[in-house]
């Protein structure tokens, strides 16, 4: 809240997509300034009324997860206290196990 206050702005939604208020700093070293984020930063022609971004078109649906499915397979462990071992072949399509 304060960084947005800072900036002039009441919310995210009013900072998205405001590129202008972004810019590149310097690290100290040439190795590390060798990247260029200038077309990056090219703000986009569009009106100021046009919405930059919406969360109603943009959201990426998730399928279930491998983490239900270990809670669904062990449930005898929360259920009974049982010992269990389970083992699964996690991929780098699963965003977060465990």
Not at 12 to 24: F, P
Not at 29 to 43: F, G, I, M, R, S
């Amino acid at each position: 809240r304060d960084i947005l206050a800072r900036l002039g702005v009441r919310s995210l939604d009013e900072v998205i997509g405001r590129t202008e208020l972004l810019r590149q700093v310097s690290r100290g070293a040439e190795h590390l300034d060798d990247l260029d984020l200038n077309p990056v930063l090219a703000k986009v022609d569009a009106s100021d009324a046009e919405r930059r971004f919406s969360l109603s078109t943009f959201r990426n649906e998730v399928p279930d997860s491998l983490d239900a499915q270990i809670i669904k397979d062990a449930a005898a462990v929360f259920s009974r206290g049982e010992k269990m071992q389970l083992t699964y072949s996690v991929r780098n399509t699963h965003r977060a196990v465990g």
